[in-house]
């Protein structure tokens, strides 16, 4: 008998019916066998209802007092899905965020979980009840409510998981897993079976929406194998989990893209150290955060320099790049919004040379120019323009044959 | 300076427009030197909007669960009023039942307070914030949420002002105080300034609907000042309190009335020791609560026994009355629901005789038949004819004079 965290979004509660659905799957789960506790989100549109009276109150509404608000959202929920396992004579019983003791710092709207008191937890299991937590939510020293901020249950599923030790930590949502890139780009993109914590990361801080990317530094962290699947299927989804157990490793696991960027370019800036800090410090000054960075060296003792930011920082980006050129005595600036950043993300290459070149061959062959690149030890990134997006990422999901399931890899 | 505790009803708090209402009422007894601590219910329709989610899931719903749910209702109103008072500048800090430790007994929907742990709430008054708490709800030994059912916002905000000796618990409620009698019935029925403990029990439970019974049980237990007062007008309402301090007693403080109950009469029974238990222990055994009894001894060795229930559970009790009457030997069984009860109170007739005697002329003078009289220290009433409620009203109303201001009653 094992121990399952599952964790069920806002959709998949967002109605009375919606939540006996979720209490008959953990009913067929005990019936397999297996001991569970449940964290749920608010049910959808609750969190935005209670936002809006917040903001007839108060229109910049936040801290200690947003809180307190927020969190009946998923007090609610807990409580109906309780009652729905009790009317289906599953034993139950609901937390919140507070009752089950999951401390975190006072940062009001983002706090951060500190630790997790599971002995509560682990009675409730003994005594054969279904245990349901209330997601996104904690407490801090003082006992003030705090909440994680938007997605924060993803985040709760998995230190609950974590503190328990639980076998896995299933996180349902409205997708049945993660694809090797987008399906509405690529028609061809395949679910993925595994992937690793770390290609995770890289798939969903480049783009691909699925999981918080909180919870799977988390469930890296603490190794809780993560498994996303759909909420309205009977489907195994997407296993995130360590590189260990996999026979072979696929050298390639997706292909993630980002339209959200721009690109700024100072040129002709005197080659001297310390320049970098001179460009970026100022930048950093004004609180944007900078993604590429790319640095070439011109022919006269100057050099040029090219980062990009989020979209919506550009403007402010590009006034500050203007006073930084004037004062560094730069020879000219440009700005260009029309970008689009594709990533190819594998663990696998690692250990397997030839994948930058297998890449740029591919976008040269259908005349795609490449403007940056940058490269981390699991994934190499590419910025082109704008309108070579959709055909990048097929011509990079054909070239490293992801719509095929990788040889030797097990298929579980 | 005093320190007030202000309670609005769901009504009050029923809107973003109407909490920010009550945020300048509690600035402006700020203003005044107090301090001030505020109970809030949920807005009103929050709480049915709650039940409707719950019964769609279970239709019977009731217990822990419902708890969990419920009080999630007054903790967005603590939220939203605590925003309201900072937006105002004025420091405030919200409390759920749990938080500011309302620890009651673990019969759910209907719990009763133990104990208050009020260091918290009196370290934030000495920080000079306003303290909001959400009525209705607390937390049992075990750290599980609990209700005090309907109106209990009333018990917390005395409970509350017993804990911290507040100089005043003021009830803020869609009437402006206690009258004589219900205005809608005698239209010249005037605005008590005071009323005690004992007079405001009996017209509560006789049927002036205003406060909580248990609420002014507790309050009378601690000795709380209570004052029930408009929350849309500016006006003092009405003081209900001690005996003390009164230069000179009303002999009736007013005519309360109950148009709830039914008449049973169970006739020729034989006159023996125990025949009352006989009669009603099987009535109490079918959980059904008995308000006034008369026995009268016949000629024949047999004595005639009426005695009145609520209407709702006059079908059930005629059934049981019946099988007694067959078990006994009685001669026959009747009953009626066509019957009001009228009440005179106050706690004058203590030490005033013919108070009784003037009430029964004036009802016989309208020629209005008394069919039970039943009395205790501080009232005397009669059940009568339903279609004799109003005149009989009426007429006890200006028997007593109780449209005109009691001579010697100083006018604060």
Redesign the interface.
């Known amino acids: 008998m094992s121990l399952l965290v599952l964790k069920f979004g806002g959709t998949s509660v967002g109605s ?2 919606r ?2 659905r979720v209490a008959d799957r953990v009913l067929r789960l005990r019936g397999e066998g297996h001991s569970v506790v449940v964290v749920v989100s608010a049910m959808s549109g609750e969190t935005d209802r ?1 936002l809006t ?2 903001r ?3 229109p910049r ?1 936040e801290g ?3 809180d ?2 927020l ?2 959202g998923e ?2 929920t ?3 899905l ?3 396992l ?2 289906r004579g599953c034993p ?3 937390y ?1 965020g ?2 089950v003791r999951i401390l975190t710092d006072s940062v009001h709207n983002k706090a951060r979980i500190r630790s997790i008191d599971a002995a509560r937890v682990r009675e409730d299991l003994e005594g054969g009840r279904v245990v349901v937590v209330a997601g996104f939510q904690g407490v801090d020293e003082a ?3 705090t909440t994680l901020g938007r997605g924060g249950s993803d985040t709760t599923a998995v230190a609950l998981a974590a503190a328990l030790t639980a076998a896995e930590c299933r996180i349902y949502t409205d997708v049945d897993g993660v694809y090797t890139t987008d399906p509405r780009v690529a028609k061809n993109a395949r679910r993925l079976e595994r992937i690793t914590f770390e290609e995770m990361l890289e798939m969903a801080s480049l783009g691909s929406k699925v999981l918080q990317i909180r919870a799977v530094e988390f469930a890296g962290k603490y190794n809780v194998p993560l498994r996303v699947l759909s909420s309205f299927e009977e489907d195994p989804g997407t296993l995130i989990t360590t590189e260990e157990g996999r026979m072979e490793q696929a050298l390639v696991a997706g292909i993630a893209f980002n339209q959200n960027e721009a690109q700024l370019t100072i040129q002709g800036v005197p080659d001297q150290p310390g320049i970098a800090y001179g460009i970026l410090g100022p930048i950093a000054d004004a609180h944007i955060e900078v993604d590429m960075i790319v640095q070439n060296i011109g022919g006269d003792q100057t050099t040029d320099f090219t980062f990009t930011v989020n979209r919506n920082d550009f403007e402010k980006a590009m006034e500050v790049l203007q006073r930084v050129a004037d004062e560094l005595g730069a020879r000219s600036v440009s700005g260009d919004t029309r970008i689009a950043k594709i990533s190819v993300v594998g663990v696998g290459m690692r250990s397997h040379a030839g994948i930058a070149s297998r890449m740029f061959k591919a976008l040269a062959r259908e005349s795609i120019n490449i403007r940056m690149i940058s490269t981390s030890e699991i994934k190499i990134s590419v910025v082109v323009d704008e309108r070579y997006l959709e055909l990048g990422v097929r011509t990079l999901h054909d070239a490293f044959e992801l719509d095929q399931e990788p040889a030797g890899q097990s298929p579980s």
């Open positions: 009375p019916d939540i006996a209670l009276l917040a007839e109150i108060q509404s200690r007092e947003l307190v608000l969190s009946t007090q609610v807990i409580a109906l309780s009652m729905a009790e009317a139950a019983r609901s919140t507070g009752q006992g003030s409510i």
